[in-house]
Nanobody, 120 residues
């Protein structure tokens, strides 16, 4: 199982980016998925999470600007980021609870991270 992120980059303040996280490899099912971020010198923080049924939750500072969604058929989770601010600059990581096989059960997996830089 691998979580493969894409969509990061450099954008001006007020702009938009969409991150994607593909759950690749062989697995039985994938469940709650989330996006974290880590800015230089700061701890990693949870930005948004979406349950298996599609219910989202957000960090207060991104509420109303970011939208998390999932396409189960495409095995992909998205993070649409609008009205970006310089303080959103960070490495963004995809995290997911995935059942690779019945014997392994549910385990946490992480993507490699994608850089998002917002210039002022």
């Amino acid at each position: 199982v691998q979580l493969v992120e894409s969509g990061g980059g450099l954008v001006q303040a007020g702009g938009s980016l969409r991150l994607s996280c593909l759950v690749s490899g062989s697995f039985v099912s994938f469940h709650t998925m989330g996006w974290y971020r880590q800015a230089p010198g700061k701890q990693r923080e949870l930005v948004a999470v979406i349950t298996t049924s599609g219910h989202p939750s957000y960090l207060g500072s991104v509420e109303g600007r970011f939208t998390i969604s999932r396409d189960n058929a495409k095995k992909t989770v998205y993070l649409q980021m609008d009205s970006l601010k310089p303080e959103d600059t960070a490495v963004y990581y995809c995290n997911g609870r995935v059942m690779a096989t019945i014997s392994t059960g549910l385990r946490d997996y992480w993507g490699q991270g994608t850089q998002v830089t917002v210039s002022s």
